[in-house]
Each structure stands twice: as structure tokens, then as C-alpha cells.
């Protein structure tokens, strides 16, 4: 089992690909210069099932209490998102008070975007039965169960115990740590 | 109760959609998840049927339930509803909607009151029934749907009904737990649980299209002392995980940005590009 798919881990899970017309390599090499010049870089990412106020933000603060970190685990997809690639002007931890992104970020055709930092390429298997929904309205489901249709990231937690002949074993390719805030959401300027 | 009877399904259809066409957006922040408009046709005839010649307060009513209710009743689709219908909603839009259409379709027994259900409840405090469909409660252990209850229930002075829609779903634990934890809340404030429709609603609820509610009807004991006195709650104990967990109100009301053109597109939706000139 790789070192981060542990028993009680915290983990945001996602698919990924092209998004909003650019390329997944040219995403990724984005990211990696965010990071290098601002200290963390913001993965957008759009969809209910992670919402940065009721999802993300209090299942990361939770493992942080415990003196641990979530980390993004994603899976590559072949996809054709074709949402404009409109640059976000603005974030916010609450959707209340707003603050403009440095010109160095780039997030576009996202409604929220995960704060990340030590992106790196990596070769895994993520065993989803062996995982559980976190919070939110489908806590404690099965990860295999809940990752399906148009469900295609989630907040899940590694159990302890294996499941003999899993269903559902995905290739994670990318991993990042999540960092304080976390996840917030993102809008054009608002005149 | 009256005895159901057969509807003009597709007229009781389109006269929820009239009501869908003209509700606002949701807010995923507060638990805005609106139900499938399919269930809303078979809850509103539940609703108007359970409260026939009633005075209900809806605490909270983001799906539009009273303004279905008292549609169908105002049209003929339904021969039954409730007397009045009186709907408490600390989103502005909503009560503004209630507001407009109450008037464009001349529906005299509905009206809304901006109210947050944190404050102390304003009265009256004489309804006969009340309905309403809290935030779940899944990272609260249904402390949210108690607050909202404990509101329904100074609606009626302690001495009526309460229809309650919560989570219900035979895969998953933390629905069983609320159940358990609010029909105990209920007995202690003096009701007891006269029935429950399991499994009915389905939601816009994209990540759990599966997840189900039920109806849970509550009445209150005979010879309860009446509640004249509401107070407001502050124990930051019952709230701290209201919309989730670590997720505490911090909003009083949602505030409608007023404007000329409800119910037709944003201006800042679109733009116009005209033809040329020949």
C-alpha cells in the first residue's frame, strides 16, 4: 500500500483531464510555476460534491488538528471539458469577504479552486472500496459506490480493513497536498 | 383527513411548474437542495390533504411547497388545503417569491414573513400545523433539524401537527441516526410520532441523486401546557455544525437584489448581436 493510501487518511479524490479547453500537461506545468512563484497554487474544479465551505474546508481542518494533511489524489481521464477559459479575478473562504488573486494565478472556467502545494507526478493505485465519503450527505458510503455517473471527485477517508476482491480500482497519477484555506471560491470581479 | 382522489395529473404538472418557473436559484451554502418536481406534485397533494381547513406555518420553504399547495387548491386541481399558509424563510427571495406570486395568481391565504429561525419566533403563535424541510443534519446529529422543529412547535403554542422532511436511506447511518435523535426530540417536547412515509423525495442533489426523504408526522399529546414565550438560540453548542461540520450560521438574511424583470433572464447573462443593416 503506498505511503499516503493509509488507514485513516484523508483524501480528495478526482478526475482529471482537459479542462476548460487547455490540456492536462499544460495545466499541470501552470500549476508547477503558480507554486514556484506564490508558494501554493489554486486547482480549480467546479460540481457539488466537494463545496469548499461544507466539504473541504472542515474535513481538512479536521485531519490538521491531528497534526495530518489531506492529500488531492488525482486520476487521469480522457475528457473534453469545454467551459470558457475565463480567469477567475477574485477568491473567497466564504463566498462573504473577497480578495483579488495575485496576477501569477490563473484559475479558469472553475467555480471553486483546491489550494495545493508539492505537486508532483506519481504511479498509484487507490483501492475506492477501501474508502469511505467523510462528511456531507453521503458520509460513510463506499468509496466504489459513490464514484460513479456524474460523481467524479469526492472527500473520502482509507478504512482499515481491505476489501477481498475489490470492484473498483483507479491509477492515481498526480498527487498534491492540500494547504490552508484549503478550498474557496472563485468569481470574476464584480463591478 | 380527506380521502385521496384521482388528479388532473398533467394539470397538477404544469401548475408546479408555474410555481418551479418562478422560484429562485438555490444557495448549496445553506442546504438550498430543491426537490424533483415529480415529488413535489405527490407531496403537495400529502400536504393538502394532511392540513385540509388548516392554519400552517412552513419554517423555512425553499422548495415552494406552500405556494404548490395553495395553487392547486386556488385552481380546482385539489378540493382540499389548508385554510392559511404562512411561510417563514430567512431568504428574501424566497418570501419575495411567495410575495409575487401570492399576487399574480391572487391566492389570498398565502403569505411569507422574513425570519431566521436563530431569532425569537414572531407569532402567531396559533397554527395548527406546521411543515418544514430543515437542513438535514448529517454532521449535526440532526441538531439543525431540532431547531427548526422546536420553531414548527412554538408555531402551533405546542398544540397541533408537524410534517418534518429529513434524510432516509437504508444504505447509510447517519439518516438512521437523525431519525432516531429527532423522534426523541419530539416526545420530549410533547409530541409523538403518528406516522412516517418512508423513502418518498428525491432531490437535485448531485452528489447523492440517490438520497431519499421521508415525510414524519408528528402530533402533539393531549392536555400539553400551551408556549406562549420563544427565545432565540445562541447555544453555540446546537450550532457550530448547523451547515455542516465547523460550519456555524453566519447570515441573518439573504437579501434579494430587487430588480424589474424577475423571473426572466439576467441582463448579465447575455448580450445582443444585431443584424446587419441591408
Known amino acids: 500500500m503506498p505511503e499516503i493510501i493509509k ?4 483524501l480528495l479524490y478526482m478526475k482529471v483531464g482537459t479542462h476548460a479547453k487547455e490540456p492536462l500537461e499544460e495545466i499541470i506545468a501552470r500549476k508547477t510555476r503558480e507554486i514556484e512563484q506564490n508558494g501554493v497554487g489554486y ?33 487521469e481521464m480522457e475528457s473534453t471539458h469545454f467551459a470558457e477559459p475565463i480567469r477567475a479575478d477574485e477568491w473567497s473562504t466564504d463566498g462573504i469577504e473577497w480578495s483579488d488573486f495575485p496576477e501569477v494565478i490563473e484559475v479558469r472556467g472553475s467555480r471553486y479552486a483546491l489550494v495545493i502545494q508539492n505537486l508532483r507526478q506519481t504511479e498509484m493505485e487507490l483501492v475506492l472500496d477501501n474508502t469511505k465519503v467523510a462528511l456531507g450527505n453521503s458520509m460513510g458510503a463506499r468509496g466504489n459506490k459513490y464514484i460513479r ?11 482499515g480493513s481491505e476489501v477481498q476482491n475489490p470492484e473498483k480500482v483507479v491509477r492515481i497519477g498526480l498527487v498534491a ?10 468569481r470574476n470581479r464584480q463591478n | ?38 415529488d413535489m406534485v405527490l407531496q403537495s397533494e400529502i400536504v393538502a390533504r394532511w392540513a385540509n381547513g388548516k392554519r400552517l406555518a412552513f419554517i423555512g420553504d425553499g422548495d415552494a411547497i406552500g405556494c404548490c399547495v395553495a395553487y392547486l387548491h386556488k385552481r380546482g ?43 425569537r419566533f414572531p407569532g402567531p403563535m396559533d397554527f395548527e400545523c406546521f411543515y418544514t424541510n430543515p437542513p438535514w443534519g448529517a454532521s449535526n446529529n440532526g441538531e439543525s433539524v431540532k431547531v427548526f422543529i422546536q420553531r414548527g412547535i412554538e408555531a402551533t403554542g405546542g398544540n397541533g401537527e408537524g410534517m418534518v422532511v429529513i434524510a432516509d436511506d437504508p444504505e447509510l447511518e447517519w439518516p438512521k441516526r437523525v431519525l432516531a435523535k429527532v423522534q426523541s426530540y419530539a416526545i420530549e417536547s410533547g409530541f409523538y410520532i403518528q406516522r412516517m412515509m418512508p423513502s418518498l423525495h428525491s432531490y437535485h442533489l448531485d452528489d447523492n441523486p440517490d438520497l431519499r ?40 438574511f439573504v437579501r434579494e437584489k430587487k430588480r424589474l424583470n424577475y423571473g426572466k433572464a439576467h441582463e448579465d447573462e447575455y448580450s445582443l448581436e444585431l443584424l446587419e443593416k441591408k
Open chain 1, 177 to 186: 497536498d492540500i494547504v490552508a484555506p484549503y478550498a474557496v471560491h472563485v
Open chain 1, 43 to 75: 486547482w480549480g474544479y467546479g460540481g457539488g460534491t466537494c463545496h469548499p465551505q461544507t466539504m473541504v474546508q472542515p474535513f481538512a481542518k479536521d485531519y490538521e488538528k491531528h497534526g495530518g494533511v489531506i492529500y488531492l489524489c488525482m486520476q
Open chain 1, 149 to 159: 455517473g456524474r460523481v467524479d471527485k469526492a472527500c473520502l477517508e482509507v478504512m
Open chain 2, 213 to 252: 426523504s421521508c415525510n414524519l408526522v408528528f402530533r402533539s399529546v393531549p392536555g400539553n401546557p400551551p408556549i406562549t414565550i420563544s427565545s432565540p438560540i445562541t447555544d453555540s453548542a446546537r450550532l457550530s455544525n448547523f451547515y455542516g461540520r465547523d460550519n456555524p450560521p453566519r447570515v441573518r
Open chain 1, 7 to 10: 488507514p485513516g487518511q484523508g
Open chain 2, 77 to 119: 386541481i385539489l378540493d382540499y388545503g389548508p385554510s392559511e399558509i404562512a411561510v417563514f424563510d430567512f431568504d428574501e427571495r424566497m418570501c419575495s417569491t411567495v410575495t409575487r406570486f401570492a399576487d399574480s395568481e391572487s391566492l389570498t391565504t398565502l403569505r411569507s414573513h422574513l425570519y431566521n429561525v436563530l431569532e
Open chain 2, 1 to 38: 383527513m380527506p380521502d385521496p382522489k384521482e388528479i388532473d395529473l398533467r394539470a397538477a404538472i404544469n401548475a408546479i411548474s408555474d410555481v418551479v418557473q418562478n422560484r429562485p436559484r438555490p444557495l448549496r451554502e445553506f442546504d438550498q437542495i430543491y426537490m424533483k418536481t415529480g
